[in-house]
C-alpha cells in the first residue's frame, strides 16, 4: 500500500476476484434454486385453479371479497335526481347549415360559413 492505493500484482487481483465470484455464485445459486422452487409451486398452483370450475369460483370470491374490505366503505356521493328541466333544443347552437344529400343516399351535415368557403375556393 502506497499513497492510500492498494498495489496488487495481476496474480492477486484475479486471486481475490475469484474468491468473490465464488461466494457470490454460491448464494446466487441458492437464491435461483429458491425462486425456480416458488415458480413450480405457483404454476402448479394455478393449473389447479384452471382445471377446477369450482376452485376457480373460490378463488374469484375470495378476490372480490378482498376488494370489499378495501373499497366497500359508504358510498361518498350522493345521487338525486335532476331538478333542473333540461330542454334539448337549449343545447343545440343556432347557426346556419348546410345539409346535402347524395344520390347514395348519404346526408352531409356542413355549418354555412364552410360551405361558403369551400365553394369561393372552387371558383378559382
Not at 492505493?5 to 441458492?30: C, F, M, N
Not at 385453479?49 to 376457480?56: K, N, P, T
Request: net charge negative; no cysteine.
Amino acid at each position: 500500500m502506497r499513497d492510500g492505493l492498494y498495489y496488487l500484482t495481476e496474480q492477486q487481483a484475479q486471486a481475490i476476484l475469484d474468491l468473490r465470484l465464488q461466494k457470490l455464485t454460491g448464494l446466487e445459486h441458492e437464491k435461483l434454486l429458491d425462486e425456480y422452487k416458488e415458480l413450480l409451486d405457483q404454476i402448479a398452483e394455478l393449473l389447479r385453479i384452471l382445471g377446477s370450475a369450482d376452485r376457480l369460483m373460490e378463488v374469484i370470491r375470495e378476490e372480490l371479497e378482498l376488494v370489499r374490505e378495501q373499497f366497500g366503505d359508504k358510498r361518498r356521493t350522493e345521487i338525486t335526481a335532476n331538478s333542473a328541466d333540461i330542454n334539448l333544443e337549449d343545447l343545440i347552437t343556432q347557426e346556419d347549415v348546410v345539409v346535402t344529400l347524395s344520390h347514395q343516399g348519404y346526408v352531409k351535415y356542413q355549418p354555412l360559413s364552410e360551405y361558403e368557403s369551400a365553394a369561393s375556393w372552387r371558383e378559382r
